[in-house]
């Protein structure tokens, strides 16, 4: 990108976009894993303004391949309904809930997960865990790619506001901040304009995240301390005239893994590894395959689809 577009561009526009969606350094980021129809579009077109120019978002679909369903997305009814509409359409299945798996033992024809409930015996397994769990669980990988997948600490901080109490600056639904600006805040979502169904009507709610790649200290920071430095923050973009009504912070401290270069071929050796040494075991979610719910969703079913292939 730097090449191409120079750093201007890419220190306050590329990064702010990128590193708020995919975590890391942005100089390290594969374009393949990420953002493979730039790559595409490039090849196609000569160079990467006129790539760019040519492939909107419904000839990005048609033309390039890349997958139907957005790259992040969310549930009118909140992403409970996701879960709740999956236990209720699972057969044949028993959901356990606030269940710890602590190890993996390996057993006779299967494993053995040992959590703070009952042990549970399987032929196979699927594991979805942050992969610092994976290390700990199946020691026998060696694989650097595990160790280097160290998930960027979020945390966001949902501030409701009454109608009046505060002037959003423009008409949209949010900004990025750039890594150079003197704000902690890395990006806030005006709810209201994003999603209106979620919000009623006399109120703006304003979802502001904070944590940057090396440097999310923030993160561990009381709540208190959190609300302010977002109100901080905010006060010096729109005028807020009085407080929040309400707040809820939250910390994903597993949140966003790097998506660092050959990120696909090194999430492809080491499933041929788990293969090798934990035959039956499978990997899918965040880490490997894409960071947003369709493409975890994606991740599975093509897990699900390999353990079938297994017989
Ligand atoms: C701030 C933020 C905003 C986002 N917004 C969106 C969005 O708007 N739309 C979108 O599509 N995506 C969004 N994403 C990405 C989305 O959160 C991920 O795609 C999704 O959560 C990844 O699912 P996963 O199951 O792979 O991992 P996770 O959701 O991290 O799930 C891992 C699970 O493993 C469990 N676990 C951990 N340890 C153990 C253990 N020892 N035993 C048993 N279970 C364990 C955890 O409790 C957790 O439930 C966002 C991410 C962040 C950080």
Redesign the pocket.
């Known amino acids: 990108m730097r090449e191409r577009v120079g750093d201007p561009i890419v220190d306050r526009l590329i990064e702010p976009l990128l590193s708020g969606i995919y975590a890391g350094d942005i100089d390290k980021m594969s374009a393949l894993s990420t953002f493979p129809q730039f790559i595409e579009g490039e090849k196609r077109y000569g160079n990467l303004y006129e790539g760019m120019r040519h492939l909107r978002p419904e000839q990005r679909v048609a033309e390039v391949g890349a997958k139907k369903v957005g ?4 549930l009118k009814r909140g992403l409970k309904s996701l879960t709740d509409r999956i236990a209720e359409r699972l057969e044949r299945t028993e959901i356990i809930l606030n ?4 190890q993996v033992e390996e057993i006779d024809g299967g494993y053995r997960l040992l ?1 703070n409930r009952s042990d549970i015996d399987s032929e196979r397994l699927i594991l ?3 992969p610092r ?1 994976i290390r700990q669980f199946l020691p026998k990988v060696d694989s650097d790619f595990l160790a280097e997948m160290k998930p960027h600490a ?1 945390a ?1 901080c949902s501030l409701v506001f009454k109608e009046g109490d505060i002037e959003l600056p423009f008409v949209g639904t949010g900004f990025v901040t750039s890594q150079e600006a003197d704000v902690v805040i890395t990006a806030c979502t005006f709810i209201d304009q994003k999603w209106p169904h979620a919000v009623p009507d006399g109120y703006h709610v304003l979802r502001v ?1 904070l944590g940057r790649p090396g440097a999310d200290d923030i993160v561990e920071a009381s709540d208190e301390e959190i609300v302010a430095t977002a109100l901080r923050d905010l006060g010096g973009l729109m005028t807020i005239h009085r407080k929040p009504s309400q707040t809820v912070v939250s910390r ?1 401290r ?3 893994p790097p998506y660092a270069v050959f990120h696909s071929d090194r999430v492809r050796a080491l499933r041929a590894e788990m293969g090798r040494v934990y035959p039956g075991v499978l990997l ?4 490997y395959d894409g ?6 969703i994606n991740s599975v079913h093509e897990q699900i689809k390999q353990m079938a292939a297994q017989g």
């Open positions: 790259q992040f997305a969310s269940c710890s798996v602590e959590t979805t865990v942050p769990l979020t966001t995240f994903l597993d949140g966003l899918a979610g965040i880490a960071i947003g719910i369709p493409d975890c």
